[in-house]
């Protein structure tokens, strides 16, 4: 069945590092892959999607990129800042209609 | 315009009862949809509706329901609650005006079963 797999489970950085989260996927039909920001007691939010068509996209200190033959997708946060302390989640949708698979979660801990 | 509202914020069940969620979609959003998130499984797909019908659905038991009203409103319900039911309740809407597979959460329903 449909399955996304995210790794690291947790991932801690020093402010001003790098942040790099990977997912994959196992639905070759999947064509959307949004990534979501959940800070504690709080909705998740949408944070930056791609679509199949594209490899690569970016929207200031976050990018995330799409590689449609091994079938994985990563986030990338630069210039990380105590903000970025949050649960990130990968998802993609699969099978018809709007039906999002979402990863494990990374928690990731910006550190001073 | 308002976000995707969800009553009630707070539940607390006991095993055996039935319960009742509302989710208000974004004013323009046909599409709701419904996960479950829990520390242990992350958020796992219940169920979508699109213009009062359920156009798709996941591994959960029949216990697990749903409608969507023809105000793009919708509920879900759970009966006979089980312990391993307390979870964390999103509702997501969608806007097929625009990029429909842009899903929009709620704040969530925490639902306690004791």
């Known amino acids: 069945g449909e399955n996304v797999e995210q790794h690291p489970s947790t991932l801690s950085v020093q402010e001003g590092d790098s942040a790099v989260i990977k997912c994959t996927y196992s639905?070759?039909?999947?064509?959307?892959f949004p990534w979501y920001k959940q800070e504690l007691g709080k909705r998740p939010q949408l944070i930056i999607d791609?679509?199949?068509?594209?490899g690569e996209k970016k929207d200031q200190r976050i990018a995330v990129t799409l590689n449609k033959t091994a079938k994985h997708f990563s986030l990338h946060i630069t210039e990380t800042q105590p903000e970025d302390s949050a649960v990130y989640f990968c998802?993609?949708?699969?099978?018809?209609?709007?039906?999002?698979?979402f990863g494990t979660g990374t928690q990731l801990k910006v550190e001073l | 315009k308002a976000g995707v509202t969800q009553t009630p914020r707070y539940l607390i069940k006991t095993r055996g009862q039935q319960v009742t969620l509302s989710c208000s979609p974004i004013?323009?959003?046909?599409?709701v949809s419904w996960y479950q998130q829990t520390p242990g499984q992350g958020l796992q797909f219940l169920f979508e509706?699109?213009?009062?019908?359920?156009?798709n659905k996941g591994n959960f038991p029949g216990r697990f329901s749903g409608r969507q009203f023809s105000n793009s409103r919708s509920e879900m319900n759970v009966s006979t609650l089980e312990l391993g039911d307390s979870a964390l309740y999103l509702c997501?809407?969608?806007?097929?005006?625009?990029?429909?597979?842009?899903?929009?959460f709620g704040s969530g329903t925490q639902l306690s079963v004791l």
């Open positions: 639905d070759s039909a999947s064509n959307y």
């Open positions: 998802a993609a949708i699969t099978g018809g209609g709007n039906k999002l698979t």
């Open positions: 791609i679509r199949s068509n594209v």
């Open positions: 509706y699109f213009s009062e019908t359920q156009r």
């Open positions: 997501a809407s969608s806007d097929p005006q625009g990029s429909n597979e842009k899903l929009f």
């Open positions: 004013s323009g959003h046909r599409s």
